[in-house]
């Protein structure tokens, strides 16, 4: 999430947080793809804006917008309509409620998904999740530059062929991507959960490819 901007990026259980951030009076939220993780957050969106005065306008690729709304928002599952607007976005950009552009990114992922990029006149973002690296990953070239990069790593080194199946990302591959992208820094987030190690990724094995790896916690603070 973005406070200051009114930016929250994908909605999965986690959304629940953003009740006590929200500082503007409008929430764009931005939805890389429509598997049950990164949207089951929109039905908690009743709660979440109860009292806030807050409107929200969720973004979506054009061909997810009827799994939203025929299956989260089926009344057999979640009987009232939903407090949101969605906006379906095609091609290689979308526009946010105050009309800035944000950089679409197509990503490799079963049932298809996107990335995003925002850049701004000091500062810029992509946010790269599900989806499995690789030094010929065909997003490389829209993640050039990036002053912070987001991105998945759900697996340790070891676990190539799981990753490809279900497509997401082994570490080694994610630290090749962020070189070559030559990213300013680079967060590591959509790690697997049912990995309770303290260190579930050994970034001291891919320094020699890229140093400025932190894998992101719960509740962290970046300055953009």
Same mark, same amino acid.
């Given at each position: 999430? &973005?406070?200051? !901007?009114?930016?929250?990026?994908?909605?999965?259980?986690?959304?629940?947080?953003? !009740?006590?951030?929200?500082?503007?009076?409008? #929430?764009? @939220?931005?939805?890389?793809?429509?598997?049950?993780?990164?949207?089951?957050?929109?039905?908690? #969106?009743?709660? @979440? &804006?109860?009292? *806030?005065?807050?409107?929200?306008?969720?973004?979506?690729?054009?061909? *997810?917008?009827?799994?939203?709304?025929?299956?989260?928002?089926?009344?057999?599952?979640?009987?009232?309509?939903?407090?949101?607007?969605?906006?379906?976005?095609?091609?290689?950009?979308?526009?946010?409620?105050?009309?800035?552009?944000?950089?679409?990114?197509?990503?490799?992922?079963?049932?298809?998904?996107?990335?995003?990029?925002?850049?701004?006149?000091?500062?810029? #973002?992509?946010?790269?999740?599900? %989806?499995?690296?690789?030094?010929?990953?065909?997003?490389?070239?829209? @993640?050039?530059?990036?002053? %912070?990069?987001?991105?998945?790593?759900?697996?340790?080194?070891?676990?190539?062929?799981?990753? /490809?199946?279900?497509?997401?990302?082994?570490?080694?591959?994610? =630290?090749?991507?962020?070189? &070559? =992208? $030559? =990213?300013?820094?680079?967060?590591?987030?959509?790690? $697997?959960?049912?990995?309770?190690?303290?260190?579930?990724?050994?970034?001291?094995?891919? $320094? /020699?490819?890229?140093? *400025?790896? +932190?894998? =992101?916690?719960?509740?962290?603070?970046? +300055?953009?």
């Amino acid at each position: 999430m &973005m406070p200051e !901007r009114g930016i929250i990026l994908d909605a999965g259980t986690g959304i629940f947080r953003a !009740r006590d951030l929200i500082e503007t009076d409008h #929430l764009d @939220i931005l939805l890389s793809h429509a598997h049950l993780d990164h949207v089951i957050g929109l039905t908690f #969106l009743y709660d @979440i &804006m109860q009292g *806030k005065g807050t409107t929200t306008t969720v973004h979506v690729a054009a061909d *997810k917008v009827g799994t939203i709304e025929n299956h989260l928002f089926n009344p057999s599952l979640f009987p009232v309509k939903p407090n949101f607007i969605i906006q379906p976005f095609e091609g290689e950009s979308l526009k946010l409620s105050d009309g800035t552009p944000v950089a679409t990114i197509p990503l490799d992922h079963p049932g298809g998904s996107h990335g995003f990029r925002f850049d701004w006149d000091d500062s810029s #973002l992509a946010y790269i999740t599900d %989806t499995t690296a690789a030094p010929q990953a065909t997003y490389l070239h829209q @993640i050039q530059g990036v002053s %912070t990069l987001i991105h998945e790593c759900y697996f340790p080194d070891g676990f190539e062929d799981r990753a /490809a199946l279900t497509g997401h990302s082994c570490l080694t591959p994610v =630290a090749e991507v962020a070189a &070559m =992208a $030559n =990213a300013g820094r680079t967060y590591l987030v959509h790690i $697997n959960p049912q990995n309770e190690s303290d260190t579930p990724l050994n970034l001291d094995s891919v $320094n /020699a490819i890229y140093e *400025k790896l +932190e894998v =992101a916690f719960d509740g962290q603070i970046i +300055e953009l």
